[in-house]
């Protein structure tokens, strides 16, 4: 079943292949269709609204996850969920965008989807139980966590060592890391700020922590056309 996501008053395009400008994406394809086992023939015939790069519009879902999946980076992104964190959403959006390997959800298994703008869709996320569960499943797998948290002693991210391969972990809004997260990572990277805040949104230090990793790791941007 194909992907649609209906914008309140959006109204339908003007012609074939011509989509309204004031809502994103585009209007139905001109026949004849292209002969491509990716596309999608509902959205060819009704057209793509959805928040996707140019290059995927009218794609299946499964065929837009299998081309990320070819080029997903090796970092992982964990957050703790304790009382349903409205943040989660956004971290996932964002894990998205950077080409997380995947997210993973620790504590709480229902989390606000809202602010995942329906890239929970093309992005893989797990749940863990527990800390304890993420760290036993990250050592099997190889992978370092590191805690990320502007906790004292915590090392600068823009200069600590950011292995390619590793789980950043994020606390919830509010209390940050849990002391049980703080006990099972391997170190903890703060996020270095200049105002009179203490800390900044959780899924902005998301945002930043996965920056970070690309601006060190990737190879190359992702085409955007």
């Known amino acids: 079943m194909s992907e649609r996501e209906p914008i309140a008053g959006a109204s339908e395009p003007d012609g ?23 596309l999608d023939p509902e959205l ?24 990320l999946d070819r080029r997903r980076h090796p970092f992982h992104v964990a957050v703790e969920n304790w009382t349903r964190d409205p943040n989660i959403g956004a ?25 995942a703008m329906m890239t929970e869709r093309y ?6 139980e ?30 600590a060592v950011l292995p390619r391969a590793c789980v950043l972990l994020l606390g919830q809004e509010g209390p940050g890391l849990s002391e049980e997260a703080r006990r099972a990572v391997a170190a903890v990277l703060s996020i270095p700020q200049f105002g009179s805040t203490r800390s ?20 190359r941007a992702v085409d955007q056309g």
């Open 130 to 159: 527990s800390v304890a569960e993420l760290a036993a499943w990250a050592e099997a797998a190889g992978l370092p966590v590191l805690g990320v948290d502007n906790l004292p002693g915590a090392r600068p991210i823009d200069r």
């Open 16 to 38: 074939p292949g011509e989509p309204d400008e004031r809502v994103p994406g585009v209007g139905p394809h001109p026949r004849p269709w292209p002969d491509d086992p990716r």
């Open 44 to 67: 060819l015939a009704h057209g793509d609204r959805r928040n996707v790069l140019d290059r995927y519009r009218y794609w299946r879902v499964e065929a837009i996850v299998a081309d």
């Open 91 to 115: 971290v996932v959006r964002s894990a998205n965008a950077f080409m997380a390997a995947a997210v993973h959800i620790v504590g709480r298994r229902r989390w606000n989807r809202r602010g």
């Open 200 to 219: 900044i949104n959780a899924s902005a230090a998301a945002a930043v922590a996965m920056y970070e990793w690309c601006r060190r790791h990737a190879e």
């Open 123 to 128: 992005q893989h996320v797990h749940h863990h």
